[in-house]
């Protein structure tokens, strides 16, 4: 997948037993003490908490900036400016702002709204190995600053522990707490990354975070692995499947894969493999089976028993024939498939492809649940189930060393994230449920939500 970097996410506000925290100041005289408070004051990167201003003159203008320092060490700023309402307050959830850096009521606006302070910063770029970041909020009125409070954005749940897997697989399993108590066996998903390589930790970290177990798995430009995606033997995924099947802390019966942009792509081709496979998450895959990554002479980015499977190039006047031979049997999947378009993409044509693996299916009667959720103003990031800044200039693919462009607006991307953050959350608690439904009688068309 083209990002920035893969390290990381029911988009519903948790309220957690951890401490508000609030910094106040008293304004003038005959005003109460200003104070922006946050609730709760530490998150997970997919959760939204409750922002507040309060202690204004009713109808009072008011601002409010954010800071945060990327990965990279380089500084975003955000503000948005309010009119306080009767009871002289504002809620960040409820109210859009007078003017600033979004336009729409957003509990987490000034965090997705980010830009970079400094001309040269093309993207945002997480923080390394899945730390936590803070975001610092500054409360300005009558031109001065009278209160502050900080958000901490954790990628990983407390209790989540880790298993490095080492040997004829590489990768890391993250382990929900309660994974492994007593008799406690849970769903376990199996995540790949993109052409970016590497291990994809953050997506693991989420769903371990959400109650799986996930298998952050890489396959290519990570250690002694292949330096490219070119020749990648698919019954490798195979023995991490088997290897999982084998773990105390996972039901065997409830697998499932996960991946984005080629990752995307590879559970798809997965799922039609692997009958163990009972549930495919797809984030802007392709529908077919695309030539190697990064460079040319083009060629198979995938094999089976020694033999290269046929591609084709998305968006390229492939010939028919080739095309046919390419596209991937998404009818083989023996269970529910949720995928995940941007009508923007940049980077080629998700919601199209999105679009003709559901007509595929449904042309072929499938027996299960089908979830297309695409995204008008969604580029290549569509539904990225973590609350970052959104803005970028171009993202630089660690492979090649070029920029590219991933296409939709800040604002569109983010609302597909804070959209399909609880769609698919959803959809993986109830296709791994331990008492999941059988499939639909056949003949039926599946369902699909659109947005």
Known sequence: MLLPTDHPQELAVKFRAIPMLCVCAVAGPGILA??????????????????????????????????????????????????????????????????????????????????????????????????????????????????????????????????????????????????????????????????????????AAWLASHGCAALALAYFHYEDLPATLRDIPLEYFGRALAWMAQRPEIDAKRLGVMGTSRGGELALQ????????????????????????????????????????????????????????????????????????????????????????????????FGYPVVTLTYAHAGHRAGMPEILPTWNNGVLHPLTGRLTDLGGTPEGNAESTLDAIPKVLDFLRTSLAADAAAPVTEGRAPGATRR
């Open 34 to 203: 200003q104070k922006i408070e946050i609730a709760p004051a530490t998150v997970l990167i997919d959760e939204a908490p409750s922002i507040r201003v309060t202690g204004v003159a009713p109808g009072a203008s008011v601002t409010v900036e954010a800071d945060l320092s990327d990965g990279n060490g380089k500084p975003w700023h955000s503000e948005a400016q309010f009119a306080a309402d009767a009871q002289g307050g504002v809620d960040l959830a409820a109210q859009a702002p007078a003017k600033g850096s979004y336009r729409e009521a957003s509990a987490m606006g000034l965090v997705w709204s980010m830009r970079p302070a400094e001309h040269d910063v093309h993207f945002f770029a997480p923080p390394h190995d899945s730390e936590e970041q803070t975001v610092h909020f500054q409360l300005l009125y009558g031109g001065k600053e009278v209160g502050s409070a900080d958000l901490v954005q954790r990628y990983v749940a407390a209790g989540v522990r880790t298993v490095r897997v080492e040997g004829a697989l590489h990768g890391t399993l993250f382990l929900p707490p309660e994974a492994g108590r007593g008799d406690t066996k849970v769903p376990g998903v199996l995540v790949v990354g993109g052409s970016e390589g590497g291990l994809p930790r953050a997506r």
């Open 270 to 365: 997965l799922g039609s493999m692997y009958p163990e496979i009972h549930a495919v998450v797809a984030y802007v895959p392709a529908n077919i089976r695309v030539a190697s990554c990064c460079g040319r002479p083009f060629g198979a980015a995938w094999t089976w028993h020694g033999e290269g499977l046929a591609w084709a190039l998305p968006g390229m006047p492939n010939n028919p024939a080739t095309l046919m031979r390419a596209t991937i049997a998404v009818e083989g999947i023996h269970g529910p498939v949720l995928m995940i378009g941007g009508e923007s993409d940049g980077v080629w044509s998700s919601s199209e492809m999105v679009q003709a693996a559901a007509s595929r299916l449904r042309q072929a009667h």
